[in-house]
């Protein structure tokens, strides 16, 4: 699976929009981006996820650039409830060619604060 | 929030003891892995079942086995417990195969002394 390379950390206003970035420069044509979060002394949380087009859901938007070596991760309005890791993830589902199930390398991620 | 429940919530043991980890779930997702989280190492894998009685190895699966015996139960048993082992285990579910949405529990934090 590919690596993904995202800032250890970002600061975002409450009610601000809050921009993700990560970068999957070694991304194949057939690996997904998934986004999970993880607030204090709770489990990682699923986000969204993408192959190549941009994704819109209750919680957030992905971007992906059309080379695919780079996804924004895009929370509207910002709460402090959004305070949290934010894991960036590139995996190939078993069936596109992957060995493992649930095999999702979650790396250091990026400790989002929101501020009042 | 997906209905995953872990059982101990906390435990401390002392090494060499056996201990037992349980997962239920009423969600009837065919799914189940067992995750550690250790500073420095981010979530790793235990094990995996795609199914009752259907289990394989994770990435560090050493020290550790399994058993599902009913759809909504997944149990991860140390053996004989080592310091090695402190860590905190998360269990996760999902439904679909071969795209990696995973529902996570609340965590075990065990501690083995």
């Known amino acids: 699976d590919a690596k993904t390379t995202q800032p250890p950390s970002m600061d975002c206003a409450e009610g601000r929009a809050a921009n993700l970035p990560c970068n999957h420069s070694?991304?194949?044509?057939?690996?997904?981006v998934y986004w999970y979060r993880q607030i204090h002394s709770q489990g990682p949380q699923y986000i969204i996820h993408g192959l190549k087009n941009n994704e819109t859901n209750e919680m957030a938007s992905l971007i992906i650039t059309e080379d695919r070596k780079s996804s924004t991760l895009i929370l509207p309005h910002a709460t402090l409830r959004d305070t949290a890791v934010y894991y960036c993830?590139?995996?190939?589902?078993?069936?596109?060619?992957?060995?493992?199930?649930?095999?999702?390398?979650f790396g250091q991620g990026t400790i989002l604060t929101v501020h009042p | 929030d997906a209905g995953i429940t872990q059982s101990p919530r906390h435990k401390v043991t002392e090494t060499g003891t056996p201990v037992t980890l349980r997962c239920h779930q009423t969600e009837n997702h065919r799914y189940m892995y067992w995750y550690r989280q250790d500073p420095g190492h981010g979530l790793r894998l235990i094990h995996y079942?795609?199914?009752?009685?259907?289990?394989d190895k994770g990435e560090v699966s050493d020290g550790y086995s399994v058993s599902r015996s009913k759809t909504e139960d997944f149990l991860l048993t140390l053996e004989s417990a080592t310091s090695s082992q402190t860590s905190v285990y998360f269990c996760a579910i999902s439904e679909t195969q071969g795209v990696e949405k995973l529902f996570f529990g609340s965590g075990t934090q065990l501690s083995v002394l």
């Open positions: 079942s795609y199914g009752v009685k259907d289990t």
């Open positions: 993830i590139v995996s190939l589902g078993v069936n596109a060619g992957g060995t493992s199930y649930g095999k999702l390398t």
């Open positions: 070694t991304i194949s044509g057939n690996e997904y």
